[in-house]
């Protein structure tokens, strides 16, 4: 069975930065691309950024310039690097990979 697990997250003031990561089984790492999304209080879950297959990304306007995407094929993990962090960030993020989703991590920006 397919597992997605995430890590990191937290609590970080405005401007900071945190790193999300997720790791999952070898056997779809491989063949499909990874995505971050996210999902604040009373919204919709929202795509935040993609990694492809073939190595090109993808990224929400809200988001560009500040976090990165990023992949280790060796550890089956995708991460998601995110400085300049706002409060608007503030929400839980999910990895996502073909129909799997990751347990979701509570991501707080604030003073």
């Known amino acids: 069975q397919v597992q997605l697990v995430q890590s990191g997250g937290g609590w970080v003031q405005p401007g900071g930065s945190l790193r999300l990561s997720c790791t999952t089984s070898?056997?779809?790492?491989?063949?499909?691309?990874m995505d971050w999304y996210r999902q604040a209080p009373g919204q919709q879950r929202e795509l935040v950024a993609t990694?492809?297959?073939?190595?090109?990304?993808n990224y929400a306007d809200s988001v560009k310039g500040r976090f990165t995407i990023s992949r280790d094929n060796g550890k089956n993990t995708v991460y998601l690097q995110m400085n300049s962090l706002k409060p608007e960030d503030t929400a839980v993020y999910y990895c996502?990979?073909?129909?799997?989703w990751g347990q979701g991590t509570q991501v707080t920006v604030s003073s």
């Open positions: 996502h990979t073909d129909s799997y």
């Open positions: 070898g056997s779809i790492f491989s063949f499909f691309a």
């Open positions: 990694f492809r297959r073939f190595g090109s990304t």
